[in-house]
């Protein structure tokens, strides 16, 4: 793929800001979008964050498994579970599912907005991605710091 020297004879259109090419085929195309060509901002960011959010699920099911394998081989595995739960690193694994579910909760309230036709300016939709990107941080953490004191769980 080359620059086009002259865009309008290959394509019909005149290319004086080198953002098309020309293909081997002959025609013109527009360049793709790279990650250096587009400026960081939230709603990519919370894209981005939702679909790991998604990725974190699927490996946290593997932590419901484990919880429900328990329950079925006895109470001596049950038990060895809830020690691992309470443990530092199952404490960790609980943090990181809940801060994972208000993800969920968030991103896809967001996209519910989306899909009914709102929320699509720029301003809601930054504001609507700063909800979903940190909301989930403050409501895990607040929801933690209600289970610690409350006494149902401690270190």
């Not at 699927?58 to 419901?64: D, P, R, Y």
């Not at 301003?123 to 409501?139: D, M, Y």
């Amino acid at each position: 793929m080359s620059q086009p020297h002259d865009a309008a004879s290959k394509g019909g259109m005149s290319d004086r800001t080198g953002r098309f090419v020309v293909q081997p085929n002959g025609r013109t195309t527009p360049l793709s979008p790279h990650m250096s060509v587009w400026r960081w901002h939230i709603t990519m960011a919370a894209s981005i964050l939702f679909r790991a959010t998604i990725i974190a699920a699927t490996f946290g099911s593997l932590f419901v498994l484990a919880w429900l394998g328990s329950l079925a081989y006895g109470p001596e595995a049950y038990v060895r579970f809830l020690a691992l739960a309470a443990s530092p690193l199952g404490l960790l694994i609980g943090f990181g599912l809940t801060l994972v579910l208000f993800s969920l909760l968030l991103n896809g309230a967001r996209h519910l907005i989306n899909d009914m036709g709102a929320g699509l300016s720029v301003r809601t939709a930054n504001l609507l991605s700063q909800i979903a990107v940190w909301g989930p941080v403050v409501l895990a953490i607040l929801f933690w710091v209600a289970l610690f004191s409350t006494g149902r769980v401690s270190l």
